[in-house]
T-cell receptor, first 110, second 113 residues
Framework: SQELEQSPQSLIVQEGKNLTINCTSS?????LYWYKQKYGEGLIFLMMLQKGGEEKSHEKITAKLDEKKQQSSLHITASQPSHAGIYLC??????????FGTGTRLQVFP | KAGVTQTPRYLIKTRGQQVTLSCSPI?????VSWYQQTPGQGLQFLFEYFSETQRNKGNFPGRFSGRQFSNSRSEMNVSTLELGDSALYLC????????????FGPGTRLTVL
């Protein structure tokens, strides 16, 4: 969706390196969801950030929502091969459905 | 709790045929949403059912339809299949629907020949 842009589209990092994925909205966000998808499989819920700006962490993944910029970032510390997959952000625009970004494909090599 | 299940996982059909996909939500969840995922268009919302009623609909032709049963299980039907309908079809369940946290099934990979 053009309302929601993810960057980069693709990322290749060496194991142990840190990385950041961004999700930028052209409209006001009421909430922002992060999901991870293994190729050809379903989406796994990672975390949800509330309108107003929020930061959450789970294991080595930290996500922030910047209300001023209408942007969310997902940061992975000390990446591992298990972090590989497609990361998707989903926006709540107060329309009773989620709009998803195009995804960021992450590859982690040893 | 068991997760969202979808059947079948893989399906091959020919143009003009119709197909029915099934989704069983997490126990206690009343909302089921359906999405189509393709490399070109990404993840696109098809429709949402809540307590047996269609509550929201995306921009897809009328060939795509769905329903929800009293036990919250949902089916999606695509009639007169086209090559462009080849995709991964995902369903997601949530407790309250709308933009509530959604939990996805593994998907059904549909190939139209």
């Amino acid at each position: 969706s053009q309302e929601l842009e993810q960057s980069p589209q693709s990322l290749i990092v060496q194991e142990g390196k840190n990385l950041t994925i961004n999700c930028t909205s052209s409209k006001t966000l009421y909430g922002l969801y992060w999901y991870k998808q293994k190729y050809g499989e379903g989406l796994i819920f990672l975390m949800m950030l509330q309108k107003g700006g929020e930061e959450k962490s789970h294991e080595k993944i930290t996500a922030k929502l910047d209300e001023k910029k209408q942007q969310s970032s997902l940061h992975i510390t000390a990446s591992q091969p298990s972090h590989a997959g497609i990361y998707l952000c989903g926006a709540d625009y107060n329309t009773d459905k989620l709009i998803f970004g195009t995804g960021t494909r992450l590859q982690v090599f040893p | 709790k068991a997760g969202v299940t979808q059947t079948p996982r893989y399906l091959i059909k020919t143009r003009g045929q119709q197909v029915t996909l099934s989704c069983s939500p997490i126990s206690g969840h009343r909302s089921v949403s359906w999405y189509q995922q393709t490399p070109g268009q990404g993840l696109q919302f098809l429709f949402e059912y809540f307590s047996e009623t269609q509550r929201n609909k995306g921009n897809f032709p009328g060939r795509f339809s769905g329903r929800q049963f009293s036990n919250s299980r949902s089916e999606m039907n695509v009639s007169t299949l086209e090559l462009g309908d080849s995709a991964l079809y995902l369903c997601a369940s949530s407790s309250e629907g709308g933009a509530d946290t959604q939990y996805f099934g593994p998907g059904t990979r549909l190939t139209v020949l």
